[in-house]
């Protein structure tokens, strides 16, 4: 049997003033040997041995909370004893915390893993032990039950609306994190959580509409354009961003703003091709993908399905279903368009242009900054967003000339990026996705769907669906290695340890084993 490690609140392992270690009823108080916990003391009546992770060197109060409580629900660890919240607490008000909180950070795109993590934190450091979430895709539920005889409270919130802000996704770990710890009282969450809600995006509606050209333009720079097809992408990107968002205010679907988000840039390329200046036009096409390519729902997608969450892993990924058959759509139109006014499309050499190491680096490096700035990153997060995008594109390439077929290339280079951005969320108390998101930007499959794409337009039924299968082949491969890279570094990197004389309290440890 494991030792279960000391809460490090007081000396005799309590957890300090708010004296959650209460004892059952009919059972003596452990007070006749220090350093002993009455919660011990149950477990070995009861046969039961307290959950660990012996894979970790350290204990479980020092671990990040995401994988203090991710290792409860996946050890389905109920709460130890009965007993009802600590006097003073509304049920009611910390259950409708938890439900907002996990609806802020479900709607920015995180797991549900990590969401019901959140809330069970939020609850268990209220004192409400005997919860149980569940999320959905656009549902959120949790459920107390004060006892076993007690009739259970349930509040429920529903997801309406997705905003991209990686900003408030990184202050709502924080939050979570600070009330774990014991630090926020009830109203303070409350205030800090208003405040999250409040703040305003980090960069203005133009710089974000810059950033959607520069995605493009850089992007076209990867795969083999010049100057003048970076420009034209770049103009064409903001044309369709511009476009969506009119029909955004309107309130039209987002699968008709994306079939229309993805007409300037076809529409620019056949243009190109019927003035024959001699420029790579396919790279403008190609450029707007990148800019249109729903990457974070597609990790999330994935996460969601590794982790057991398969209505939520479903409903997401029939959610990237319909916005790439939206672009598709869109490009199509124009393709085909173009075809019938006489353009010369061709398939053939668009798709391999030669290799220009340092230019593709630097193309590689702006894809993700200019990626990072769209999600609403930090911007003292922007300098790492750049590092990684040229990282991930350095490993990518390596694998490839070394001959390794692209889907294990763009596995090993984003299981790289995953575990990394795993270290930089454990040192600065946040979410991966912030660092992990923007660095895959240049791997995003843009080639893969326009060459498919084209082929369809063209007639080639054959060539179009093997090009659709290579996308989502690749697109696959980097969620998988995201997730991959993220769930290895939980197993081999170090939790970080708190200062030497600090005074913050350990999370709460309400359940078996913790």
Same mark, same amino acid.
């Given at each position: 049997m494991?030792?279960?490690?000391?809460?490090p609140g007081?000396?005799?392992?309590t957890d300090?003033?708010r004296?959650?270690?209460?004892p059952s009823?009919?059972?003596a108080p452990? *007070?006749?040997?220090p350093g002993?916990?009455?919660?011990?003391d149950?477990?070995v009546?009861?046969g039961?041995?307290?959950?660990r992770m012996p894979?970790?060197?350290?204990?479980m109060s020092t671990l990040?909370w995401?994988?203090r409580l991710r290792?409860?629900?996946r050890a389905?660890s109920?709460a130890?004893?009965?007993? /009802?919240?600590?006097?003073?607490?509304s049920v009611?008000?910390v259950?409708?915390?938890?439900?907002?909180t996990?609806?802020?950070?479900?709607?920015s795109?995180e797991?549900?893993?990590d969401?019901?993590?959140?809330m069970?934190?939020i609850t268990?450091?209220?004192?409400l032990?005997?919860c149980?979430?569940n999320?959905?895709f656009?549902?959120?539920?949790?459920?107390y039950q004060?006892?076993?005889?007690?009739p259970p409270?349930?509040s429920?919130r529903?997801v309406?609306?997705r905003a991209?802000?990686?900003n408030?996704l990184?202050?709502?770990h924080r939050l979570?994190e600070?009330?774990?710890?014991?630090?926020l009282?009830l109203?303070d969450a409350?205030?800090?959580?208003?405040e999250i809600?409040?703040n305003?995006?980090?960069y203005?509606?133009?710089?974000? +509409?810059v950033? &959607?050209?520069g995605?493009?333009?850089t992007?076209?720079?990867?795969v083999?354009g010049?100057?003048v097809?970076?420009?034209a992408?770049?103009f064409?990107a903001?044309?369709?961003e511009k476009?969506?968002?009119g029909l955004? /205010?309107?309130?039209?679907?987002?699968?008709?703003?994306?079939v229309?988000a993805a007409?300037?840039?076809a529409?620019?390329?056949?243009?190109l091709i /019927?003035?024959d200046?001699g420029?790579q036009?396919?790279?403008?096409?190609?450029?707007?993908l990148? *800019?249109l390519l729903?990457?974070?729902a597609l990790v *999330?997608a994935?996460q969601?399905?590794?982790t057991?969450?398969?209505?939520?892993?479903? *409903?997401?990924?029939?959610e990237?279903f319909?916005?790439?058959?939206g672009?598709?759509?869109g490009?199509?139109i124009?393709?085909?368009a173009?075809n019938?006014?006489?353009?010369?499309l061709t398939?053939?050499?668009?798709?391999y242009?030669t290799?220009?190491?340092?230019?593709?680096l630097?193309a590689?490096a702006?894809?993700s900054?200019?990626f990072?700035?769209?999600v609403?990153?930090r911007?003292?997060?922007l300098v790492i967003a750049?590092?990684g995008?040229a990282c991930s594109?350095?490993?990518?390439e390596?694998?490839?000339?070394?001959?390794a077929?692209?889907?294990?290339? &763009?596995?090993?280079?984003?299981?790289?990026?995953?575990l990394?951005?795993?270290? +930089?969320?454990?040192?600065?108390?946040?979410?991966?996705?912030?660092?992990?998101?923007p660095?895959?930007?240049p791997?995003?499959?843009g080639?893969?769907?326009y060459?498919?794409?084209l082929?369809?337009?063209?007639?080639?039924?054959d060539r179009?669906w093997?090009g659709?299968?290579n996308a989502?082949?690749l697109a696959?491969?980097?969620a998988v290695g995201?997730?991959l890279?993220?769930?290895v570094?939980?197993?081999?990197?170090?939790?970080p340890?708190?200062g030497?004389g600090?005074t913050k309290?350990a999370?709460a440890k309400?359940t078996?084993?913790?």
């Amino acid at each position: 049997m494991f030792e279960r490690p000391r809460r490090p609140g007081t000396a005799d392992g309590t957890d300090g003033p708010r004296g959650r270690n209460r004892p059952s009823a009919g059972t003596a108080p452990s *007070a006749n040997r220090p350093g002993t916990d009455d919660r011990e003391d149950e477990s070995v009546r009861t046969g039961e041995i307290p959950v660990r992770m012996p894979w970790h060197p350290t204990p479980m109060s020092t671990l990040p909370w995401q994988d203090r409580l991710r290792a409860r629900l996946r050890a389905g660890s109920p709460a130890l004893a009965p007993e /009802k919240a600590e006097p003073g607490v509304s049920v009611p008000r910390v259950l409708d915390l938890a439900l907002r909180t996990g609806e802020l950070l479900l709607a920015s795109g995180e797991g549900g893993e990590d969401v019901e993590a959140a809330m069970l934190g939020i609850t268990d450091a209220y004192g409400l032990e005997r919860c149980t979430p569940n999320v959905t895709f656009t549902n959120l539920t949790l459920s107390y039950q004060p006892s076993l005889v007690d009739p259970p409270v349930t509040s429920e919130r529903v997801v309406r609306r997705r905003a991209t802000d990686f900003n408030r996704l990184a202050e709502a770990h924080r939050l979570v994190e600070d009330i774990t710890t014991g630090e926020l009282t009830l109203e303070d969450a409350y205030h800090r959580l208003a405040e999250i809600r409040r703040n305003r995006h980090p960069y203005p509606v133009w710089l974000v +509409l810059v950033a &959607t050209g520069g995605i493009a333009a850089t992007a076209s720079v990867l795969v083999g354009g010049g100057p003048v097809v970076a420009c034209a992408a770049f103009f064409a990107a903001m044309l369709g961003e511009k476009l969506a968002q009119g029909l955004a /205010k309107r309130g039209v679907p987002e699968f008709y703003q994306f079939v229309l988000a993805a007409m300037p840039a076809a529409a620019t390329a056949v243009g190109l091709i /019927k003035a024959d200046i001699g420029v790579q036009p396919y790279a403008v096409v190609t450029g707007g993908l990148f *800019a249109l390519l729903p990457g974070r729902a597609l990790v *999330a997608a994935v996460q969601d399905g590794l982790t057991g969450f398969y209505i939520t892993a479903s *409903a997401r990924l029939l959610e990237v279903f319909y916005l790439i058959i939206g672009i598709i759509c869109g490009v199509s139109i124009m393709l085909y368009a173009g075809n019938r006014l006489g353009v010369n499309l061709t398939i053939e050499g668009s798709f391999y242009p030669t290799s220009r190491p340092l230019v593709q680096l630097l193309a590689a490096a702006g894809v993700s900054l200019t990626f990072a700035v769209l999600v609403q990153v930090r911007p003292r997060a922007l300098v790492i967003a750049l590092i990684g995008g040229a990282c991930s594109w350095s490993i990518f390439e390596v694998l490839r000339i070394a001959g390794a077929s692209p889907i294990l290339a &763009t596995v090993t280079a984003t299981g790289v990026v995953g575990l990394l951005g795993q270290l +930089l969320a454990r040192a600065g108390r946040t979410s991966a996705l912030p660092y992990i998101i923007p660095s895959i930007g240049p791997l995003l499959p843009g080639s893969a769907i326009y060459q498919g794409l084209l082929g369809l337009a063209l007639g080639h039924t054959d060539r179009g669906w093997i090009g659709l299968t290579n996308a989502a082949g690749l697109a696959l491969a980097l969620a998988v290695g995201v997730n991959l890279g993220s769930e290895v570094a939980r197993f081999v990197l170090p939790a970080p340890q708190r200062g030497v004389g600090s005074t913050k309290r350990a999370a709460a440890k309400r359940t078996r084993g913790f």
